[in-house]
C-alpha cells in the first residue's frame, strides 16, 4: 500500500526531471541594450569641385575624387526596432591628376576631415537578418583642402621650380547624414552577438574660410601671366580683406561595418 504513492512520485519525477532541464533554453533571451561597430568605407566626393587641366590650359576633364573612411558608432537601443546613435568618422579624399604640357607636370588636390554626428538607426528584420535606414545631424570639425603642384622643368628657366601648394583652411561646418544597408549576424558570444553590415552612405555638410588662413607655397596665381611668377604669403580672408568662400563637402560612400549587439 506505500509503493503506489512512491510510484506516482518516481513518475511524476519522470515527466518533471526533462522540463526542468530544459527550462532555461525556454526561457528568453535577454532584450539588447546597445551596440558599438568600426567601420570602414570608401567613396566619392561630390561637392564643389573644379575641374582639372587636360593636358592643354583650355582643355579641362572632372577631377574625381575618390577616398577612404574609418569610424566608429555606437548606439543605445529605444525599442526593439529603434537606436539612438553616435559616430566618430574621419575620411580623405583626393582627385585624380592633370597637367599642363610644358607648364605643371602634375595638379592633384585632397581634402581631410573629421566629423562628429547623433542621429537614430530604425531595423526591420528581413531573411536572416535586418535592413537598417539611419539618419544623423553633426558636425565637421575645422578642415583644410590642399592643391599640389609639380612645375615642369621649363619654368625653371622663368624662375618657377620645384612643386607648389596652396592650403585653404576652413571653420567648423554642419551637415547632416543618411545611410540604407543590411545587418547579417555572424556569431554568439557569452556577452553578445557579432554582426556585419554593408551600407550606402550619404553625406553633405557646409563650411567657410571666414578668418581662416590660405597658405601659398611657391603657388602660381596666374598660369595666364607672362612670365608666370610664383608666391609664397599667408592671408586671413575676413570682412575688407581676401573674399570669404563657402565650401560643401559632400560624398557617397560604400560603409563595410563589423560590431557587436549586448
Known amino acids: 500500500m506505500h509503493l503506489r504513492p512512491l510510484c506516482i512520485a518516481i513518475i511524476s519525477l519522470g515527466f518533471a526531471w526533462p522540463a526542468a532541464l530544459h527550462a532555461d533554453d525556454a526561457a528568453p533571451d535577454p532584450p539588447e541594450m546597445g551596440f558599438v561597430e568600426a567601420e570602414g568605407g570608401w567613396g566619392f566626393q561630390i561637392g564643389e569641385l573644379p575641374y582639372l587641366p587636360d593636358h592643354e590650359a583650355t582643355h579641362y576633364k572632372h577631377p574625381l575624387v575618390t ?3 574609418a569610424g566608429i558608432t555606437a548606439g543605445y537601443f529605444v525599442g526593439s526596432d529603434l537606436a539612438v546613435t553616435a559616430s566618430w568618422e574621419y575620411r580623405e579624399a583626393s582627385t585624380r591628376k592633370g597637367s599642363i604640357d610644358g607648364v605643371i607636370d602634375r595638379v592633384q588636390g585632397n581634402i ?6 547623433i542621429g537614430a538607426r530604425i531595423y526591420r528584420p528581413t531573411g536572416p537578418g535586418w535592413l537598417r535606414a539611419e539618419f544623423a545631424a553633426g558636425l565637421a570639425l575645422p578642415f583644410r583642402t590642399e592643391e599640389e603642384f609639380d612645375y615642369d622643368p621649363a619654368l625653371a628657366r622663368l624662375g618657377v621650380a620645384g612643386s607648389g601648394s596652396r592650403t585653404i583652411h576652413y571653420n567648423l561646418g554642419y551637415g547632416a547624414q543618411a545611410q540604407f544597408g543590411y545587418e547579417l549576424p555572424v556569431y554568439d558570444l557569452p556577452f553578445g ?4 553590415a554593408l551600407s550606402l552612405e550619404m553625406r553633405a555638410f557646409q563650411s567657410n574660410n571666414r578668418g581662416r588662413e590660405t ?5 602660381i596665381t596666374d598660369l595666364a601671366a607672362v612670365p608666370p611668377a610664383a608666391t609664397t604669403t599667408t592671408f586671413e580672408t575676413q570682412n575688407g580683406g581676401a573674399q570669404p568662400e563657402q565650401y560643401a563637402v559632400s560624398d557617397i560612400t560604400w560603409r563595410l561595418a563589423v560590431g557587436m549587439r549586448f
Open 193 to 196: 552577438h557579432l554582426y556585419a
Open 112 to 117: 581631410h576631415y573629421h566629423t562628429f554626428s
Open 67 to 69: 577616398g577612404w573612411s
Open 215 to 219: 597658405e601659398l607655397d611657391n603657388f
